[in-house]
């Protein structure tokens, strides 16, 4: 499509949605579920994504998407009120939000700090949206020129570099996990040959591993069985006051908007990073550049306004690499790529030929749940913080039993049941051995992917592997494959230590 169909389509979908009170009620009423899922500290902008998927089957892929997106854009700030008005982060995302909102609470300015979080956070998520339309088709031409050898080896790089980014302690662990889903991806009947694969003789694994389930068990029984260990009743003390933007704040702080914008879009794009990630750069960026980097941590407006833009820039960031590559660029797009599939959508090079129309429809919905986004935190804030006061063992264990419907209406199959509880308390035991679940996701996801272009390729040259380094960009792939796994190993990295050290101290002697 053209640029000027693409504008005309995101008229379109924005007009037709809007027009639409069914559409209308189900933004505002995902944005708002978004904003008490990532409020409640224990539940996630992941688990409210993926419990959410299940609930739209039956739905048109637009009318899902714009549940999922507002679900994801409104989790994403919502993690930001027990940041700020308890110290405890909602979600991992919100992390960084505390260290200067928290402070702005303690003196009496909840209120002042809550309506800069809600218009940074606006902000951010429309210029992501921005970079996801303009990067986008550029990304697209140079993947639609990929083939088998390309693909696979994309797939490949995307579990290696999600378990090199993800892990909380070993970077092994990481690619072991991701390994793990990879492994699990390639049972069921082989997609070319029709042959089965380790299905010992069961009728319910020849149609290999339902996402969904795999997604729910992976994500929310941990959370669930975590939280339910340590969870204990909230309650907010802080005074919020008035909840009005403050746009003079705004302008003031633009530097640190844009910055931190193209931070969190920039992370985002990364395979396997997320929000979390980015909120904490963003919010280093802009204490390193102040010019009085001392008031940063005692309730500096600027530190929160970076963190909460870079986060929901992060959003679109995120959907750059689902949307051209099939590669999702955090846990809650690992959880919006499946909700896609299960609506007869394969995101990557090929979705804007079989669905021109998409990006601009995807505009559009990120347009209208930023809105409605932050016409539920302006107006909605007081009735959310409330919901802080709920006791968490007593609304996760309902969350348990959305998680149970959700796998089971999937076809109603009882066997997606037993799979969601053999990944969830598989993915628990790893958890708490420090293994990160998100690769093990992602390579569930992408390994089907990595599988079938393997055999593909090796078919179509007859065994002959040469494909793989006789073309410039699978060259590329695997040149980036090795030097990833390179650069974790302990000798690179004690050398580049030394590296970098000397290269400080000649520069301290210069000077």
Not at 83 to 97: D, E, H, K, Y
Not at 342 to 363: D, R, V, Y
Not at 429 to 443: D, N, Q, T
Not at 448 to 459: H, S
Request: charged residues 10%.
């Amino acid at each position: 499509m053209s640029p000027l169909d693409q504008l005309g389509a995101f008229g379109g979908a924005i007009v037709s949605m809007l027009t639409d009170p069914w559409s209308v009620a189900i933004l505002l009423g995902s944005s708002f579920l978004g904003i008490v899922f990532g409020a409640l500290p224990g539940l996630t902008a992941t688990l409210g994504v993926g419990l959410l998927a299940t609930l739209t089957y039956n739905f048109g892929y637009q009318t899902a998407l714009l549940a999922l997106i507002a679900m994801y854009v409104g989790a994403i700030y919502g993690g930001s009120y027990p940041s700020i008005l308890l110290n405890i982060p909602g979600t991992a995302a919100s992390a960084a939000s505390a260290m200067d909102g928290y402070p702005m609470a303690a003196r009496g300015e909840g209120g002042r700090a809550l309506g800069l979080t809600t218009t940074a956070s606006f902000i951010g998520t429309i210029l992501g949206m921005v970079a996801l339309v303009i990067l986008s088709p550029l990304i697209v031409e140079v993947a639609l020129g990929f083939t088998s050898y390309e693909f696979c080896l994309l797939a490949i790089f995307g579990i290696i570099i999600s378990g090199t980014l993800q892990s909380p302690d070993l970077v092994i662990k990481g690619w072991i996990a991701g390994f793990i889903g990879l492994a699990l991806s390639v049972i069921g009947r082989d997609p070319l040959m029709f042959y089965p694969r380790y299905t010992f003789g069961l009728p319910a694994l020849d149609s290999g591993l339902e996402v969904v389930p795999v997604l729910i068990g992976a994500f929310a029984i941990p959370q669930i069985i975590s939280t339910i260990r340590t969870g204990a009743p909230l309650a907010s003390r802080q005074v919020m006051g008035r909840i009005v933007p403050e746009f003079g704040t705004i302008l003031k702080n633009m530097r640190h908007i844009v910055r931190s914008a193209f931070v969190g879009i920039g992370i985002g794009a990364v395979p396997g990073v997320g929000e979390d990630i980015a909120g904490w750069v963003s919010y280093g960026a802009a204490k390193s550049t102040s010019r009085h980097p001392e008031t940063f941590g005692t309730g500096d407006p600027a530190g929160l306004i970076s963190a909460e833009t870079a986060n929901n820039a992060c959003i679109g960031g995120a959907l750059i690499p689902l949307v051209t590559l099939g590669i999702p660029g955090s846990p809650p797009a690992v959880m919006l790529l499946g909700a896609l599939m299960l609506h007869g959508l394969t995101p990557g090079p090929m979705l804007s030929i079989s669905h021109p129309s998409f990006l601009a429809e995807l505009a559009a919905v990120m347009v209208l749940a930023s809105a409605a986004m932050c016409l539920n935190g302006l107006v909605l804030a007081r009735q959310v913080v409330k919901v802080l006061r709920v006791p968490s063992p007593i609304f996760l264990p309902i969350v348990a039993v959305l998680s149970v419907l959700g796998s089971y209406a999937l076809g109603l199959n009882v066997s997606n049941l037993y799979l969601m509880l053999a990944v969830g308390i598989a993915a628990y035991l790893l958890s708490e051995m420090r293994y990160p679940i998100a690769p093990l996701v992602i390579g569930v996801i992408l390994g089907p992917m990595a599988d079938e272009n393997l055999r593909r390729a090796l078919m179509v040259g007859q065994g002959d592997l040469t494909g793989f380094v006789s073309r410039p960009v699978s060259l590329i792939l695997l040149a980036a494959i090795a030097l990833t796994v390179f650069s974790q190993m302990p000798l690179a990295r004690r050398a580049l230590g030394r590296l970098f050290t000397r290269r400080s101290q000649k520069a301290v002697t210069t000077h």
